[in-house]
């Protein structure tokens, strides 16, 4: 088969700002050592170009969401090290872990006689103190099905560590007490955001995932976590347009004068939705800036060219995607101006 041409995407990962990222984070985390959210694809940044990266910094423990995840995690880093947050609900699920050695997180009384019954093995076990997701109430930690578990960590997670919240003690009042009551190795509760509450919420082992990508979730954090994904598009069109001429749907921009503009590989198919157009945005060639004109389109946003005179079809433009100021432009969370990034960026 023929090979495909160069892409008119790209998606550059920063390993060295990834690297740093992370031991920043362990660095915050005081005593406690910190691990890896590394589930949906690196938070769409790809397992291939972080795990290795975030490996070779120190990282020892690595999370992800879905059974599914876990191959691709499997060919950097070792079976014991990759903990599935969902859990064993069935058979098949816990076969699966014990067959590749992995960790399933027991969420439910449920999923502890699941592994159970598949013969058990190391696990770790999330309490809900107060997010009521995932995990078992604290009262059910003295279930003969919960004593019959090997825990490694027990963990359970914040609801609102991005804010100067009462709930983010009383859960960790409510974690340290279910410690008391299970034999366990180790306790975990902070994620990104909660690494930023102080060492008191650190405990073992924190499990970063946002920050270490260059999202910023508390201001503490502001300073020590650097920007990680960076993205370009390329011209793949540029024109005149006249006076009175308008551009995309619903004809939201009407150039006053003759006008030249350009087209760019990049839409919402590509996670760049249509909350970026208008607001002043813009892309940007050597620092010159060009502003979106109109609403982004699927696969397209039209830009004006008149500070770049220069530019032609295929060169190359810069998107500015700091997450924080992203967030603040386009109301998305940091979380989903990451994740939606589609999959044609990543060639």
């Known amino acids: 088969m023929v090979p495909p041409p160069p892409p008119t995407l790209r998606l550059n990962v920063d390993r060295e700002a990834l690297t740093a990222n992370w031991r920043a984070l362990d660095r915050l985390s005081g005593r406690a050592r910190a691990g890896a959210a590394v589930k949906a694809d690196c938070?769409?940044?790809?397992?291939?170009?972080?795990?290795?990266?975030?490996?070779?910094?120190?990282?020892?423990?690595?999370?992800?969401?879905?059974?599914?995840?876990?191959?691709?995690?499997?060919?950097?880093?070792?079976?014991?090290?990759?903990?599935?947050?969902?859990?064993?609900?069935?058979?098949?699920?816990?076969?699966?872990?014990?067959?590749?050695?992995?960790?399933?997180?027991?969420?439910?009384?449920?999923?502890?006689?699941?592994?159970?019954?598949?013969?058990?093995?190391?696990?770790?076990?999330?309490?809900d103190t107060g997010i009521h997701r995932l995990g078992i109430r604290p009262e059910e930690a003295s279930d003969p099905a919960i004593a019959a578990l090997d825990i490694e960590v027990l963990m359970s997670h914040l609801s609102s560590a991005d804010e100067d919240s009462l709930a983010n003690a009383a859960q960790l009042s409510s974690l340290l007490a279910v410690r008391d009551k299970v034999q366990v190795k180790e306790v975990s509760?902070?994620?990104?955001?909660?690494?930023?509450?102080?060492?008191?919420?650190?405990?073992?082992?924190?499990r970063p995932g946002l920050a270490l990508y260059g999202g910023i979730p508390r201001p503490e954090l502001a300073g020590q976590v650097r920007q990680v994904a960076y993205l370009q598009a390329a011209l793949i069109q540029v024109a005149e347009l006249l006076a009175g001429e308008s551009v995309g749907y619903n004809r939201e921009f009407t150039a006053p004068a003759q006008t030249r503009v350009g087209t760019v590989s990049l839409g919402y198919a590509d996670g760049f939705l249509r909350a970026w157009g208008g607001k002043g945005r813009a892309l940007e060639s050597q620092g010159r800036?060009?502003?979106?004109?109109?609403?982004?389109?699927?696969?397209?946003?039209?830009?004006?060219?008149?500070?770049?005179?220069?530019?032609?079809?295929?060169?190359?433009?810069?998107?500015?995607?700091?997450l924080p100021e992203g967030s603040a432009v386009t109301g998305l969370s940091q979380y989903e101006l990451l994740t939606i990034l589609g999959r044609r960026l990543r060639g």
């Open 289 to 322: 800036k060009l502003p979106i004109l109109g609403k982004v389109s699927m696969d397209m946003i039209v830009v004006d060219l008149a500070a770049a005179p220069d530019l032609k079809v295929g060169d190359w433009l810069d998107v500015p995607y700091s």
């Open 43 to 127: 938070y769409g940044l790809g397992v291939d170009a972080c795990v290795p990266a975030l490996r070779d910094a120190g990282a020892r423990d690595f999370f992800i969401a879905h059974w599914s995840e876990v191959a691709e995690v499997l060919k950097h880093v070792p079976p014991e090290q990759v903990s599935v947050l969902h859990g064993a609900n069935s058979a098949e699920e816990a076969a699966y872990a014990r067959a590749t050695g992995v960790r399933p997180v027991i969420n439910s009384i449920h999923q502890a006689q699941v592994w159970t019954e598949a013969g058990g093995g190391p696990c770790h076990l999330m309490v």
């Open 189 to 206: 509760l902070s994620n990104s955001a909660g690494i930023g509450l102080g060492v008191d919420y650190a405990l073992d082992l924190t």
